[in-house]
């Protein structure tokens, strides 16, 4: 990929050529794959490039444990924020702790601008084991020590990991609401959620963003991100270049060898022009990888590059 221009100096010469921003801040785009605006607005006042960074991949085997080269961890933590990236997903859930404890230890006193989307509600009973929990009062517990670990006084984006199905989904979110009240949470979002259930939690609290699975091959939650880009709700897609196993097709690969890019890099620049309000969070614990993902923000497809993908 012709990487002349820095990617800084991209964002700032970018116009939201194919998104139409109307008077009163909401991004109309479309599902045509011509999203061009930069940058995005988190609850409407939250300002973060759209390409971010998902640091799950940093802890240890099976998102257990400490990595096995710490300093490694760090150094791909600071190289994302050095590359411009200012919005890092991660959750309690991630080591359990270690992933929070990492951010922490990488890159606070934090930069102006650095928005840490954190996640509870999620248990770890064991390596590759998920078990979630929507009491309320293990979830205020959860926002009082993601707090703690992240050396922060307010959380900017707390997420429900999961909607935990043996307490009622009010229950939980009245729980969020109390710790927004109370100044510990700037902003809220749900994951992995139908729009019935994004509805449903609206009647309780705003929400500003869904993070769902969603990339290039995976495309089951078209209706959500449709939803969230009619609301102006901020889509995450997780997995967004595959997760461990990877994004690959015979039309990526051919996408990829006429920009001299990877197929990463497309499968993200694809989900750029997916939609304005697509905020992936790549994940990697290797520093070129990083680079690539970041410089991919830079790679624009073609109409007809974009539809062959989206076959
Ligand atoms: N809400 C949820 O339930 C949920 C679930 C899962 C994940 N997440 C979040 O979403 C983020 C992203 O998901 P993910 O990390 O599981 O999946 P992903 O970003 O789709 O894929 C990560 C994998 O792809 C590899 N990779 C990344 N960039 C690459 C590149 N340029 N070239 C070659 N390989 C590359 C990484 O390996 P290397 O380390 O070798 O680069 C890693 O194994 C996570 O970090 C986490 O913050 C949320």
Redesign the pocket.
């Given at each position: 990929m012709n990487d002349m221009i820095t990617r800084r100096r991209f964002v700032g010469l970018s116009v939201a050529a194919g998104a139409t921003i109307l008077a009163g801040g909401k991004i109309l785009g479309s599902t045509s794959g011509t999203a061009t605006n930069p940058v995005f607005k988190i609850g409407g006042d939250l300002e973060v490039d759209r390409l971010g960074?998902?640091?799950?991949?940093l802890t240890g085997e099976g998102v257990w444990g400490w990595p096995p080269d710490r300093a490694n961890a760090v150094k791909v933590l600071k190289r994302a924020v050095e590359l411009g990236v200012n919005l890092i997903?991660?959750?309690d859930a991630?080591g359990p702790e270690v992933d929070e404890l990492l951010i922490a230890e990488a890159l606070h006193p934090y930069p102006k601008g650095l928005v840490i989307a954190t996640?509870g509600g999620?248990t770890r009973p064991g390596p590759g084991q998920w078990v979630p929990n929507g009491h309320p009062d293990y979830l205020k517990g959860c926002v009082d020590k993601s707090l703690k670990r992240l050396r922060l006084e307010r959380i900017d984006l707390y997420?429900l990991?999961?909607i935990d199905p043996k307490v009622p989904m009010e229950e939980s979110l009245g729980a969020i609401k109390e710790m927004q009240s109370a100044g510990k949470i700037r902003h809220f979002g749900l994951?992995?959620v139908s729009t019935a259930e994004i509805e449903r939690a609206r009647k309780v609290l705003p929400i500003v963003s869904v993070?769902?699975?969603y990339?290039v091959e995976d495309r089951k939650w078209d209706k959500v991100i449709d939803y969230c880009e009619k609301e102006n709700l901020a889509f995450?897609p997780?997995?967004?270049?595959?997760?461990?196993r990877?994004v690959k097709s015979a039309a990526l690969d051919a996408v990829a060898k006429a920009h001299q890019a990877?197929v990463?890099?497309v499968a993200l620049a694809w989900l750029l022009q997916r939609s304005p309000v697509m905020l992936p969070?790549?994940?990697?614990?290797?520093i070129q990888?990083?680079e690539?993902?970041v410089a991919s923000a830079k790679l624009k497809l073609t109409p007809e590059e974009w539809k062959s993908l989206a076959a």
């Open positions: 960074f998902g640091a799950m991949r997903d991660t959750a991630y996640k999620n997420q990991h999961r994951s992995e993070q769902n699975r990339n995450l997780w997995y967004p270049v595959g997760g461990g990877g990877s990463y890099q969070i790549p994940g990697t614990a290797n990888h990083l690539d993902n």
